[in-house]
């Protein structure tokens, strides 16, 4: 089978024949027909010390399940997170990272909606909304950030910002239903909001935090880290909330099937529409890598093997 490797950090990536694994206790052999391409694997890439496996979002029909496994059989099609080497033809998945694919919906899909999802709405719950609210989404044109803009939407937010790197996603994120759109250097970015979203961090954390009404809250999921003055948090009784979905998986699985349920659920209902920015070959990853890197999607990145 081919697989997508690097030996050095900042890559090149080269696809390369390997054997096909073996699934062991627990575990699923997964046939991927997608692959999710994510910024942090983009970042394991060009600022881990030493190359790592690839791994993420996979999509795709099981082949074969190691010892133990009772919720899956071969034939079925499944979608979850691979923390081994994930750009490849074929890819292990633990069945805990796993979920059925519903008959609806095609392996993009999946990618595009689930574990992007799951950080989206994960993100939203903690920032704890209340019907009417207004909210600020930043990275809204981003695999996570299109579908945070839908789901404040969805969950009763009276007014929806989208925050955006470059002035010409603006038309892209008002069609995901966002009131309005702003640019990171805008002059002003306009009436506060109650609660917002970050996907960014960094420099841009200070701004958020001003963008917020007194006593909102705000939301960091993003690995860009960033540092936050306590006096501005006291000055308007804002808080800040960090969210972490890996956690939610290990502390709560039943909470993080419930989640997944409800993006199906809104997926069938045709509330949440995740897009797509390109689907690229497997041996094209490092353009797909380019994307992202280059802050330029519109929306998902996929692979296709």
């Keep these: 089978m081919r697989r997508v490797r690097y030996e050095s950090p900042g890559g090149p990536l080269f696809t390369e024949e390997a054997p096909l694994p073996v699934p062991g206790p627990g575990e699923l052999l997964v046939r991927a027909e997608a692959i999710g391409v994510t910024l942090p694997v983009v970042r394991k890439v060009t600022e881990a010390a030493e190359p790592v496996p690839l791994g993420g979002e996979i999509a795709g ?31 292990v998945l633990h069945e805990t990272m796993a979920s059925p694919i519903p008959g609806n919906a095609s392996a993009v899909d999946a990618v595009a ?8 709405l994960g993100a939203l719950e903690a920032a704890r909304p209340e019907p009417g609210e207004a909210a600020l989404v930043t990275a809204a044109a981003s695999g996570v950030g299109q579908l945070a803009v839908q789901l404040a939407r969805t969950r009763g937010a009276g007014r929806v910002v989208g925050a955006v790197s470059d002035p010409g996603k603006a038309g892209f994120v008002r069609g995901l239903g ?97 897009a797509v920015h390109g689907e690229f070959a497997l041996e094209d990853a490092a353009k797909a890598h380019a994307e992202i890197e280059g802050r330029s999607n519109l929306g998902k990145v996929v692979l296709i093997p």
């Design 178 to 274: 966002a009131d309005h759109v702003i640019s990171y250097g805008d002059a002003s970015w306009g009436t506060p909001v109650d609660y917002v979203l970050d996907a960014v961090g960094g420099e841009l954390l200070t701004r958020t935090l001003h963008a917020l009404v007194p006593g909102g809250r705000l939301v960091a999921y993003s690995s860009g880290g960033g540092a936050i003055q306590a006096y501005d948090l006291l000055v308007g009784a804002k808080s800040v909330i960090g969210f972490q979905v890996a956690r939610i998986a290990r502390g709560k699985p039943e909470l993080y099937e419930q989640w997944r349920e409800e993006l199906w659920r809104l997926f069938a209902a045709g509330e949440l529409r995740p």
């Design 61 to 91: 029909q099981v082949t074969a399940v190691g010892e133990g496994v009772t919720r899956f059989g071969t034939g079925d099609r499944v979608t979850g997170l691979c923390f081994g080497h994930g750009y490849a033809d074929f890819a």
């Design 113 to 120: 909606l689930v574990r992007s999802g799951l950080v989206a």
